[in-house]
């Protein structure tokens, strides 16, 4: 069973509005965190926002905020006044545990986003 | 601030051929990773080293080795080329807190004929 489970393989917008992209988890641990990375079309892998388990509030940067729900096992991004340049695939990722050397982050299969002008 | 360093970016094989991708990082990271990237898949764990001198299996280990040289460098061979392996590879490392995110090479793609 997979442990990220990304539902959108694609997912369009019109610029300057916003967009939810989906990621669901599954794990047992009480300790965890989620995070988001986002891969342009020119392939490089940027960190984006991280949520803990135990953190209270929901994660903000910028114009990405996470919208955790810890009873649904859910995480999803949300990208705010949506721009030409978010165009890219987003990836939702976990870390279980504790962090440290056992620390092995798994990757859900990814969003395709794509921005209308 | 170089990063994470990832050599080659391209790389051709013919079937039964072996090569090495070499990955360093200059952040003073205990923890490095190698994933594989294929469409509709997200990344894949290849294999990983909590520290100098210790290396484990991921999810898809079959056909690769790996070598932690030093604290800085983290290779992943291939012995003999597969079809199967066409792909991209990148190189990760990060630190040791919880809620260090992964800081990754820029990948080698690789294609076997």
């Known amino acids: 069973a997979q442990k990220i489970t990304q539902t959108q393989p694609g997912m369009f917008v019109q610029e300057k509005e916003a967009v939810t992209l989906d990621c669901t988890y599954d794990?047992?641990?009480?300790?965890?965190?989620l995070f988001w990375y986002k891969q342009p079309s020119s392939g490089e892998m940027i960190f984006l926002i991280y949520q803990g388990s135990y953190d209270e509030q929901n994660a903000t940067e910028g114009r990405y905020s996470l919208n955790f729900q810890k009873a649904r096992k859910s995480a999803n991004l949300v990208i705010s006044a949506s721009q030409l340049g978010d165009s890219a695939m987003y990836f939702c990722a976990m870390r279980e545990g504790r962090g440290g050397g056992s620390y092995i982050p798994t990757f859900g299969r990814g969003t395709s986003l794509i921005v209308h002008p | 601030n170089a990063g994470v360093t990832q050599t080659p970016k391209f790389q051709v094989l013919k079937t039964g051929q072996s090569m090495t991708l070499q990955c360093a990082q200059d952040m003073n990271h205990n923890s490095m990773y190698w994933y594989r990237q294929d469409p509709g898949m997200g990344l894949r764990l290849i294999y990983y080293?909590?520290?100098?001198?210790?290396?484990d299996k991921g999810e898809v280990p079959n056909g690769y080795n790996v070598s932690r040289l030093n604290k800085r460098e983290f290779s992943l061979r291939l012995e003999s080329a597969a079809p199967s392996q066409t792909s991209v590879y990148f190189c990760?490392?990060?630190?040791?807190?919880?809620?260090?995110?992964?800081?990754f090479g820029n990948g080698t793609r690789l294609t076997v004929t």
């Open positions: 990760a490392s990060r630190a040791d807190t919880p809620n260090s995110p992964l800081h």
């Open positions: 080293s909590a520290s100098e001198g210790t290396t």
């Open positions: 794990t047992s641990d009480q300790s965890y965190g």
